[in-house]
């Protein structure tokens, strides 16, 4: 077997979002730097933060061609061959997405070579409708094409695992976007300061995070127990939800996109934080803040994340679902405490950065073990 230091590794993305970024930089630094990233641009719409690019491992940039949209979407990467035939990988990571069409391509080009291809993603759920046993088909045929995959979740593994996929070569990697915390946890008085719990959210203020139900699920509760609600980020639904919250829930703040200190000091102050919809790269950091956590349905990413133990999955995208979770949490400060301290301890010792570069690396040695 090779020397970890000596595998040159290529990974190809559709796009590389800045919060990807120090994770490639952490698996370039396990493999002696020896890790080339291959991404185009997203589609404006997508809001994707980008414009940071990785220090250790190697950037390529190509081009995406973006056709038709929704279900049908797929996309052509222009530069990808170029890419491959420049940096000459041993090992292809690469995103488990049939829509991507040159994604065949890059599978013939290292079989050539005798290199070693590893699929990354959330999963494989059923589908619905005419073409449902036509499309797992076409699935099944695609995954297995694959050394082994990675996914987030266990809900992730056993979907691929449904496919056929052999279940000693499915990876779960946790969906890490930071270092494990150096800090310790942040002590917190056993009453609510002021007399009322401060309950906040951290994300972009588009319409699927469903911020506008979460305003809505606090107007509903108990005068007694209803928070102070801090709104941490923008977006284009800001106006629209702070003219909502204007109008039913004043005890409502914007604070606008925060970063750093400054968002360390909001989540330091809180007693909750809730993710009512998609998304969720920001509850590890709320967590590492020793913060219990309401989370929405989601990929399956957040079962594996949020648990009895630190919090509360929620069981539908109502506002009586939120609403009724939401008073149940703010109930017992006790057990608000116990679940934050729980949070801590996973993303100290569960989900971190660290974890996730040391799965992909356990990864990597098994398919070149082969």
Known sequence: MNEPAQIRIGVMQRVLPSYRVPFFDALANEFDSNVSVFAGEPRKREALTG???PQTAKMWWGKNHHLFEGPFYLCWQSGLVEWLEDWQPRVLIMEANPRYLLSTSAMHWIRKKDGRLIGWGLGSPNTQGGLTVLRMSVRKRFIRKFDAMITYSSQGAREYEALGFPRDRIFMAPNAVAPRPTRPMPERPPVFRG???????VGRLQERKRVDTLIRACAALPSDVQPLLKIIGDGPRRTVLEKLANEIYPQTRFYGAQHGAELGQHLHSADLFIMPGTGGLAVQEAMSYGLPVIVGVGDGTQEDLVRDENGWLLADDSIQALKDTLASALLDITILRMKGAASYR????????????????????????D
Not at 195 to 201: A, C, H, Q
């Open 51 to 53: 414009g940071v690019v």
């Open 195 to 201: 007399d009322k719990p401060v309950v906040v959210f």
């Open 346 to 369: 996973i993303v100290s010792q569960e989900i971190n950065l660290e974890n996730m570069v040391a799965v992909f690396s356990r990864a990597i040695e098994k398919v070149m073990e």
